[in-house]
């Protein structure tokens, strides 16, 4: 980072300059309060390698409604629920759209994405087809024997390695599992033909790949007038892992094609969207179905997997919360009946690990950037047209002033408290709420339950060559997602 803005120092001072200029002619007076921004870089030093905690610390200075300068883009911090609340529900169709990165402009993503789309009518036709025909209840209930089967198969899977004595590496299963899972539900088949195989490792590198990307910190997005440069190489990243989904699913949808009227059609979601004939009342573009697919999968598969291996992460760092896990699973179930999705209702511990880890660990720590279409005034001040907003969830989850003991792992909190993540209760906001919330909720909320449960159902869990729970290194990695830095390992032994 020093190296680049040294680069851009000597490079570009015409531009600088401008930028400059433009600085200081279009910042409001009565925004929200925030460090004092360096002329030209703002506060772009401030983010540090791991920004969620950074903007963590600062809004415990200036506030949970906190206004920065990152290179020419104004950016506002939202790091409480009660401001939060304001943002996404009060305020909900003024901060509906979003702040474009620079990295996901790669083969114009960003024209017919449902992630990034404005609310405009045609991501209001994308968000119609999600929400009434791929993640209904109805929907999902239909479609969930092909999980089971996928499910039976990570058992097996875990069952030799426990055979074995091998070490299993949680995220890379996990990986695994949910992307099968996800591209069961939506096109009936295996994207990932076995675990460790090299389509997953190829696919998850891709997706990953594309999370880093995302998420750092990016000059271009600072400074647009140097965008053309990509400094960075964020673009260049971007579109090796972009064409490889993309080459992904270009094969998919010509298979499909192939298969659509004959009887080997699955009448699936791709089958759905592919067939003309069909009662949906929604026509997709080629490029725009491969749009969706990119963003189902780069939104699904990573978050959903990481939630799982922080999961494992914390009972394994607290041994006794996993056998209460594990107690409450074999008193409901038994240890022969797998667990179900219409189970998940039945185990209240159970979610709440998943609640927990999603308030210490949420994926997207400031969800995908909001941007305000319009002046708007919260708390006497004004967060200004055209500005970024950034919900601080990380910074939410670990609020004292609304957590006991707020770095604790510790479920039985959500035993009595009726906070869920659905998106009404802005203490808990993994998701998001309002208009832009996951859309992926329903199936994520499936899928978390179903791997954990089975994880836990079926097997105990040692770390790797005797380390101690207390060793186990808890690490995050910032990216747009938030994963875990080093990957968890452990030994699988067989429940008697
Ligand atoms: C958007 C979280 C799983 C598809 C989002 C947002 C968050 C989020 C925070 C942005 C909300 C905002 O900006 O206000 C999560 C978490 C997941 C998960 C924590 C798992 C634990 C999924 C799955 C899918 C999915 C499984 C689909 C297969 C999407 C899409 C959007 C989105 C398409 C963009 C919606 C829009 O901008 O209108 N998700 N997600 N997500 N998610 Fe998820």
Same mark, same amino acid.
Request: glycine letters at 6%.
């Given at each position: ?43 772009? !030093? ?12 600062? =809004? ?34 003024? !901060? ?20 990034w ?17 791929? %993640? ?5 209930? /239909? ?22 004595? /091998? ?5 890379q299963? =996990? ?10 539900? %939506?096109?009936?088949?295996?994207? =990932?033909? &076995? ?18 990307e ?13 965008? %053309? ?19 992904? %699913?270009?094969?998919?949808? $010509? ?11 699955? &009448? ?14 929604? $026509? ?6 491969? &749009?969706? @697919?990119?963003? !189902? ?35 409901i ?13 039945r ?33 006497? @001040?004004?967060?200004p047209k ?8 990380? =910074? ?17 909190? @959500?035993?009595?408290l ?11 906001i993994? @998701? ?37 729970p ?27």
């Amino acid at each position: 980072m020093e190296y680049l803005n040294l680069l851009l120092l000597i490079l570009l001072p015409v531009s600088l300059l401008k930028i400059f200029s433009w600085i200081t002619k279009s910042s409001p007076t009565n925004l929200p309060p925030g460090p004092a921004p360096l002329p030209i870089f703002g506060n772009l !030093f401030k983010l540090g390698k791991k920004p969620h905690e950074s903007l963590t610390q600062l =809004a415990q200075i200036y506030g949970p409604l906190m206004s920065l300068k990152l290179g020419s883009l104004t950016t506002i911090v939202i790091s409480s629920s009660t401001t939060a609340k304001e943002v996404l529900q009060k305020h909900d169709q003024s !901060f509906s759209s979003r702040t474009v990165i620079d990295a996901v402009t790669v083969f114009n993503h960003h024209e017919s994405s449902i992630v990034w789309l404005p609310p405009t009518p045609q991501w209001r036709t994308l968000r119609k087809l999600t929400n009434s025909h791929i %993640f209904t209840t109805q929907k999902l209930d /239909s479609n969930q024997s092909l999980r089971h089967q996928k499910l039976e198969e990570l058992v097996s899977y875990v069952r030799r390695n426990a055979n074995a004595g /091998s070490v299993i590496n949680i995220g890379q299963a =996990a990986f695994t599992i949910v992307l099968n899972l996800i591209s069961n539900s %939506f096109f009936s088949i295996d994207l =990932a033909d &076995g675990f460790g195989s090299d389509s997953v490792c190829v696919f998850k590198d891709a997706v990953r790949g594309a999370m880093l990307e995302a998420g750092k910190p990016n000059l271009s997005d600072y400074f647009p007038v140097i965008r %053309f440069m990509d400094l960075q190489g964020v673009r260049r990243g971007m579109s090796k892992h972009f064409g490889v989904l993309d080459e992904i %699913f270009e094969k998919i949808i $010509q298979q499909k094609l192939l298969t659509l009227h004959s009887r080997e059609g699955k &009448g699936d979601l791709l089958d759905m969207i592919l067939d003309p004939s069909h009662d949906n009342g929604i $026509q997709l573009q080629h490029h725009e179905i491969k &749009g969706l @697919f990119k963003d !189902f999968f780069a939104a699904g598969t990573d978050t959903t997997s990481s939630t799982v291996e922080w999961a494992m992460a914390e009972l394994l760092h607290n041994p006794s919360k996993m056998t209460k896990a594990q107690q409450e699973l074999s008193d409901i179930l038994g240890k022969d009946q797998p667990i179900e999705e219409s189970d998940i209702i039945r185990l209240p511990y159970l979610q709440a690990v998943v609640k927990e880890t999603l308030r210490l660990h949420p994926p997207v720590p400031f969800l995908v950037p909001h941007k305000a279409e319009n002046n708007v005034e919260i708390h006497d @001040f004004v967060v200004p047209k055209g500005a970024q907003v950034l919900v601080n969830v990380w =910074a939410i989850g670990r609020d004292p002033a609304l957590w006991k003991d707020p770095t604790c792992f510790s479920p039985e909190r @959500f035993l009595d408290l009726k906070s869920d993540y659905k998106g009404q209760d802005f203490e808990l906001i993994p @998701f998001g709420s309002g208009r832009r919330i996951c859309p992926g909720l329903p199936l994520a909320h499936r899928m978390v339950h179903l791997v954990l449960g089975l994880l836990l159902q079926s097997f105990d869990w040692e770390l790797e060559n005797g380390l101690k729970p207390e060793n186990l290194d808890m690490e995050e990695e910032f990216g747009f997602t938030l994963a875990k830095a080093t990957g968890l390992r452990a030994i699988p032994v067989i429940r008697l």
